[in-house]
């Protein structure tokens, strides 16, 4: 079975790029998605299918991949954009749903 | 707009069966691309994939929780029903349903949108 790994935290400046990757062997066959956590929250997608961004997400959010990885990139960080960031993915092989465990974004 | 709203018991002894119940607004069931998952989230955890099913009623449950698991839907109710036996304090957490698109079946699996979830504690 596969899995997803994430750096558990990032710490960015406010205005700075913050990237989050998310590793794996699925990822070549499957498509990666990301959600965003505020505490006490529900999860909220930010990204479907590697990059595409849903309505109403902000455009400082983007997605791309590369083979394993895919990363979710946020440009000029604001303070709301604090949060746990969850990316997700399907193994094939079950098939069965993959969350990686986590990144939480710190706004120093 | 579609929303979702989970709703069960808060408080579940060890060894009994939970029932969550999911119920779908804005949206039928019966429409051919909704799908419905289960995911959940011990305390200060990470998110866990739990089941879901398809518009055409095909079920799928994750292999670590599949023997004590059941989905099933009620179109006339607009709801998702979640069963899951024998519960252990590990299984204390928060459980939220989620819209699924499926379309294009397994290559294209998200969740959008997400019910505010339901906090379930598992202790005797």
């Known amino acids: 079975s596969y899995e997803l790994t994430q750096p558990p935290s990032v710490s960015v400046s406010p205005g700075q790029t913050a990237k989050i990757t998310c590793s794996g062997d699925?990822?070549?066959?499957?498509?990666g998605y990301w959600y965003q956590q505020k505490p006490g929250q529900a999860p909220v997608l930010v990204i479907y299918?590697?990059?595409e961004r849903p309505s109403g997400i902000p455009e400082r959010f983007s997605g791309s991949s590369s083979g394993t990885t895919v990363t979710l990139t946020i440009s000029g960080v604001q303070a709301e954009d604090e949060a746990d960031y969850y990316c997700?993915?399907?193994?094939?092989?079950?098939?069965?749903?993959?969350f990686g465990g986590g990144t939480k974004l710190t706004v120093l | 707009q579609v929303t979702l709203k989970e709703s069960g018991p808060v408080l579940v002894e060890p060894t009994e069966t939970l029932t969550l119940t999911c119920t779908v607004s804005?949206?039928?069931?019966?429409?051919?691309?909704?799908?419905v998952s289960w995911i959940r989230q011990p305390p200060g955890k990470a998110l866990e994939w739990v089941a879901h099913?398809?518009?055409?009623?095909?079920?799928s449950y994750s292999p670590s929780l599949k023997n004590r698991l059941t989905i099933s839907k009620d179109t006339s109710k607009s709801q998702v029903v979640l069963t899951m036996t024998n519960m252990d304090p590990a299984d204390t957490g928060t459980y939220y349903c989620?819209?699924?698109?499926?379309?294009?079946?397994?290559?294209?699996?998200?969740?959008?949108?997400w019910g505010q979830g339901t906090l379930v504690t598992v202790s005797s």
């Open positions: 989620a819209q699924i698109d499926d379309t294009s079946g397994w290559s294209e699996v998200w969740f959008d949108p």
């Open positions: 804005g949206v039928s069931l019966t429409y051919a691309r909704m799908g």
């Open positions: 099913i398809f518009s055409n009623d095909e079920e």
């Open positions: 699925a990822l070549p066959k499957q498509y």
């Open positions: 299918k590697d990059s």
């Open positions: 997700q993915s399907v193994d094939s092989s079950g098939p069965y749903v993959l």
